[in-house]
């Protein structure tokens, strides 16, 4: 293979953060790299530098042996080179099809040609097996259909030769996780080089050629895929030896504890269906199952968020009503969202803010405004005990990474004192030493009596820290395990089970 992309020393700096220092890679033509390293390791920082987002301080680009100055997104374009970032940057109020294609859009002379419009987006996703609509408006998506759209975006330009892939699959289901692996793999027999980003040692088991290690904004190494173990690649990741083998909790028996909170029959008419389940103090109790199946969904009728149409919940033995986010908070109810961006961060807001904003009945001096002193004092506290990499509470939250933003969200129920709380993907975008430090977390606070119910699509988390597991199909409930029950077998069985078969 010839060497496609060469990077050379690149640094730079940011108001109290040197986030790249002198970083060195290479990308071969027909390669997939994966690039890996903690959050705050650089990874998004050298991706939007060479997609011509940031502008280095210092360091050579070549592509094809030939240096180039990507100092403009488009400029990227034209080098050919296109990114999917971890964060999605979509328009939500566009179509698809207009979101694929905007600046781009076939015109006869000032008029937009929507029918061509379609007609190309339509081919393009037929071609990369993505099942939407070219009409579809993006807000109304999931965030797995989000993202598809994004890759879709990136791979519409037909002179890509180098694409960057910032965490892909975070948001997607294991079948288009599937596609999207086919997809890599046909772009990279024409010979595209591929840097592939990534916490999830599996995929790049899958996928990668070789990979290279980022820490703390430094290079660190660069191995073949088949001559590194995982606990070497995340040593060299996180400078300290961090098991990357998973466990369940097999010698846990069924929880006991006093009863947390209690659903029964809960209903919506978008999709739930007598969902029901029990919560004890002390408790983690995971939630599984494939995409759409109605976990997140559950999590918001539980909070009020979206309307209920029928059962009942139940807090501490009491029933509730809850008509609103701000009486689940009152009840002592924490949620975390699985899109930290749009519904669990103010990003225009420093740390400090984003950690008081449940807690600020508690933070308000008598004339309504902020006790900064209070605020900065417990966000201090929590920026510590969380190991969130920030230069101060001063920061904006949208200048930090996101696992680190992940954290921010954590601090801020934690600062509230929740008796419930509902992790919905705690660990998505996170890198595998902070999710060490993400599982201590659920662990200590389940020792401390708090309830969990913890979201996740990732089989080998939901089995390490259950103490139960509620797997769901099609909006109901098809079964709950213990840990001596459950294994990944077990779960997909449930996971795929038809909601008739359920009632029968």
């Not at 904003?357 to 005990?385: C, H, Y």
């Amino acid at each position: 293979m010839s060497q496609l992309l060469t990077v050379e020393g690149i640094s730079k700096g940011f108001p109290g953060v040197q986030a790249l220092d002198g970083v060195n890679f290479e990308l071969d033509r027909g390669e997939v790299l994966a690039l890996v390293g903690e959050n705050g390791a650089g990874k998004s920082t050298l991706m939007k530098i060479l997609s011509g987002i940031y502008t280095m301080d210092s360091g050579r680009i070549a592509i094809d042996g030939d240096e180039v100055d990507v100092n403009d997104p488009k400029v990227a374009q034209k080098l050919g080179i296109s990114i999917i970032h971890q964060e999605m940057n979509l328009m939500p109020h566009l179509t698809v099809a207009q979101n694929i294609y905007i600046g781009r859009e076939p015109r006869t002379g000032p008029w937009l040609r929507d029918g061509e419009l379609n007609r190309r987006t339509k081919q393009l996703l037929e071609g990369l097996n993505i099942h939407l609509r070219p009409s579809q408006v993006v807000g109304d998506l999931t965030v797995a259909s989000q993202q598809m759209v994004e890759i879709a975006k990136a791979l519409s330009y037909d002179h890509t030769k180098i694409l960057i892939m910032d965490e892909p699959t975070s948001a997607i289901s294991i079948s288009e996780t599937q596609v999207l692996f086919g997809l890599i793999r046909s772009l990279r027999d024409r010979g595209v080089g591929i840097v592939y980003i990534s916490h999830r040692m599996e995929e790049l088991r899958q996928i990668a050629d070789r990979v290279t290690v980022l820490r703390d904004g430094q290079y660190v190494g660069t191995r073949r895929m088949d001559e590194v173990s995982d606990d070497e690649i995340i040593s060299m990741m996180v400078g300290r030896e961090i098991s990357a083998g998973y466990s369940s909790r097999q010698d846990v028996p069924a929880h006991t504890g006093e009863l947390a909170l209690s659903v029964r029959s809960l209903s919506t008419k978008k999709l739930l269906r007598d969902v029901s389940f029990d919560l004890h103090k002390g408790e983690i109790l995971g939630f599984a199952g494939l995409m759409g199946a109605g976990r997140t969904e559950t999590a918001r009728a539980l909070i009020g968020a979206d309307p209920v149409s029928g059962g009942t919940v139940a807090v501490n033995g009491k029933e509730v009503r809850i008509s609103g986010p701000e009486v689940a908070v009152r009840l002592g109810i924490g949620y975390l969202p699985e899109d930290r961006k749009r519904h669990g961060l103010m990003l225009e807001q420093d740390v400090a803010f984003n950690v008081a904003m449940a807690s600020l009945s508690s933070n308000k001096a008598p004339l309504g405004f902020l006790r900064e002193g209070r605020a900065r004092k417990v966000t201090d506290r929590f920026i510590k005990a969380l190991r969130i990499k920030t230069p101060s509470s001063r920061t904006m939250v949208k200048t930090l990474s996101g696992g680190n933003q992940q954290k921010v969200v954590i601090a801020k129920w934690l600062a509230r004192d929740c008796d419930v709380l509902i992790f919905d993907e705690p660990t998505r975008g996170i890198d595998v030493g902070a999710k060490e430090e993400i599982y201590k977390l659920l662990n200590d606070l389940a020792d401390e009596g708090k309830a969990i119910i913890m979201i996740s699509s990732e089989l080998p988390e939901v089995l390490r820290l259950s103490h139960r597991i509620v797997v769901m199909s099609q909006g109901r409930v098809t079964g709950t395990l213990t840990p001596d029950k459950a294994d990944q077998e077990s779960i997909m069985k449930l996971a795929t089970q038809n909601i008739e078969d359920v009632a029968a």
